[in-house]
């Protein structure tokens, strides 16, 4: 019961009992006492009513102090969750097993079947959005389940020398590290160690994203993979058109080699890369290729001399260009995508010579050195899904390289001219899975090399949070 409702009775109880009380009493001493005892009660009433009055204003106090805290408590929570919203965490990686045949070296003609197991890579992506228009990206990827080794320049060396360290079986790489200003969808700026947008792997890298069980041999086999510079580059939409243009670091001509032609002069291999020659990215595409279909064109220029450790060996200029050119189709069960690549590299004799009189580098690898060079890749695949309760899609694949296109005296060797043809499946039990096998064909263009065969099982994995 309310105590105000209480208090109020007991008012109205002392009161029409004083009144009967003084119609009883005709004694005017009797009624003084009577009076003076219903005042005294009346004090006492009033005191309990201020008491109670008190003891309510200290709990609406308390009430409010409570809703205060919990409004806090509520804030820094709804803040909290803000903060980590603009957190973003990715990931993807792969493992495989290849069954290839070997030959030992590049006059063997006889080869040796070998079984090989590698955890490929682990890739883990790291973003924080700190406003509207400014964000970051971090990519530490993880090869072979090591942390590889570091290649350093000792100038101090008599006649200078490179010096290998190793620390274990892998590689743990800084694929990107970018901050990224976009303040509208058409326009963007991003700095840092960012990715070329050369080559379909640049975009295509994760395991859901290619067909075959690893990444097209035939782009491996001419430029660095997943491509990553310290640069500068603009980027944005605009319709259904995007575009990039980039200044970046440039390749270093010491490490090119006649079997993978540029893609050994990636500087990643370096504790510091050197920067002074810069060269230029550029990437127009129409439509977007990792959600669905599109075409698009690639274009790579620099100068490959000036950031030699040993500059001394050369003199002249080693200008490399590359063009990409590069088409997806992919729509209902249907996947149809190719690549077709073409450089050029200036002054290749030259290079090649000044490479093989630089202590530290083995000769073996500079026998020759294309002037140009060409790749392709096309895979098509069929999702079954379209028909059957069954998530998987068959694929054949064709990767070819030619690294020694053409050389600027002699005749190129075909040794390198290499196609692989292969034909597969991927499984994804569920989105974030894929689970590949493929089988094929090794072909050299040279006729007394007998063709091989390939099989290979993979696992891959992706997902955000």
Known sequence: MNPKLTLLSVSVASVLSLMTQAQAATDPESLAKAIAKQEAEIVLLKQQLASLAAEQQKQQQKSIAVAKQVDHVSNNIDKADARFSQFSFKSYGTAVYTSDEYFDNVQDTSAERRNRTDLERIVTEFGYQFS????????IEYEHGGTGSALEYDGFDEFGEF???????????????EIRYRPSKAFGVKFGNIHLPIGLTSILHKPNQYLTVQRHKSEAAMMPTVWNENGIGIYGEISDFHYQAQIVSGLNSEYFRTYDWVASGHQKRFEEVNTDDLAFAGRLDYGNFKTGSAV???????????????????????????????????????ILRGQYLYGTLDNADAITLANKTTPGLQPGNFAQLGSESQSFFVE??????EWFDLPM??????????PLMAVETGTATKRYENTWSSVGINYSPIPEIVIKAEG???????????????????????FSL
């Open 393 to 402: 899609t068959v694929f054949a694949n064709v990767d070819y390289s030619n």
């Open 440 to 462: 094929g064909v090794h072909q050299v263009a040279v006729a007394s090399i007998p063709d091989t065969h390939f099989f290979a099982l993979g696992v891959g994995y992706q």
């Open 296 to 334: 698009g064109v690639a274009y790579y220029y620099g100068n490959t001399s000036g950031n030699r450790h040993k500059s001394n060996k050369l003199d002249v200029d080693g200008a490399l260009s590359i063009v990409s050119v590069a088409g997806a189709f992919v729509e209902g069960p249907w």
């Open 380 to 385: 098509a695949g069929v999702k079954l899904d």
């Open 132 to 139: 509207d228009d400014w964000s970051m990206e971090v990519e």
């Open 163 to 177: 010096e290998s360290e190793m620390e274990a079986g892998g590689e743990v790489v800084v694929e990107k590290a």
